[in-house]
């Protein structure tokens, strides 16, 4: 699905942010990225789709070369990568609806995006996602009146309105509070496995990709020190991305309530946060 091979980037500076990254992901997994500040956990996640050009090293996804696109070739295939952002990138004046169906623009002509004119069909997928995100009811609100857990799930539904082949998602939950972070990572989770789209996260909160990720690369450096399942993160493990640290406290798995949740439960959390 995604191969990246020996994958680097250097900035003008002379700053080695990434250093021959390699690994594959396989199957339909979520796969957290962790790593301190500075490791290159956002700066992996960029060179994936290009936002950040790639020093060197290859991108391929589902036998496409992405490092070896011109531009033409390139806005076509980040129809193919949907991108979720920390600041949510949302346009505060346009509806959640509006916003939702943005995720569409690479597939309508310019006079039917100028008009905000899109297929009945990508009307009612939009209705659908947003209540799968439980945001039922909110398609007329601007986003600039929502809460900041709110604009995440706007987020989500424009992202999945692309149908794309991978999720790049770029710290979700830095900017909310805990019960809102867990909402919001439950939910990303479940619709990459209901719809059968491999996601690479970009994520601080080592608990929460423990608790529900289901593979862990860790980044040092801009290298990759470790790479497996979330039960095979250890203090020493912690150790060797963050560095010498009591971790005994940050390993966390997550509680049985937490483990029997389900979408049902999200939509009636009154779409919250």
């Known amino acids: ?75 076509k295939a980040r129809r193919r990568m949907g991108m979720i952002f920390q600041e949510y990138n949302l346009v505060e004046r346009l509806t959640v609806m509006e916003n939702a169906l943005s995720g569409r623009l690479g597939y309508v002509s310019f006079w039917q995006a100028y008009r905000r004119k899109y297929p009945p069909e990508d009307i009612s997928a939009a209705f659908e996602l947003l209540e799968r995100v439980g945001l039922k009811g909110y398609q007329d609100t601007r986003a600039d009146a929502l809460s900041g857990g709110q604009r995440q799930r706007v987020g989500i539904a424009r992202a999945l309105m692309q149908r794309p082949e991978l999720l790049l998602v770029d710290e979700p939950t830095a900017s909310l509070d805990p019960k809102t972070a867990r909402q919001i990572m439950r939910l990303l989770v479940e619709l990459a496995h209901e719809r059968g789209t491999p996601a690479l996260v970009n994520i601080h909160d080592v608990g929460l990709a423990q608790a529900h990720a289901d593979r862990i690369v860790g980044l040092s450096g801009g290298v990759v020190v470790f790479d497996g399942p979330p039960e095979a993160v250890t203090p020493q493990v912690l150790t060797d991305i963050y560095g010498e640290e009591d971790w005994s406290t940050t390993i966390r798995k997550v509680d049985e309530e937490e483990d029997q949740s389900s979408s049902h439960r999200l939509e009636g959390e009154s779409a919250a946060g």
């Not at 900035?11 to 199957?27: D, K, M, V």
């Not at 500075?38 to 090293?57: D, F, H, Q, W, Y």
């Open 1 to 75: 699905m995604l191969t990246i091979t020996e994958l680097a980037k250097e900035y003008a500076t002379g700053t080695r942010a990434l250093e021959s990254i390699t690994f594959t992901i396989h199957e339909p997994q979520v796969v957290a990225i962790i790593g301190s500040s500075g490791a290159g956990k956002s700066t992996l996640i960029r060179c994936v789709n290009r936002l950040v050009e790639p020093t060197s090293g290859r991108v391929v996804l589902n036998n496409l070369d992405v490092t070896a696109l011109g531009r033409r070739e390139l806005r």
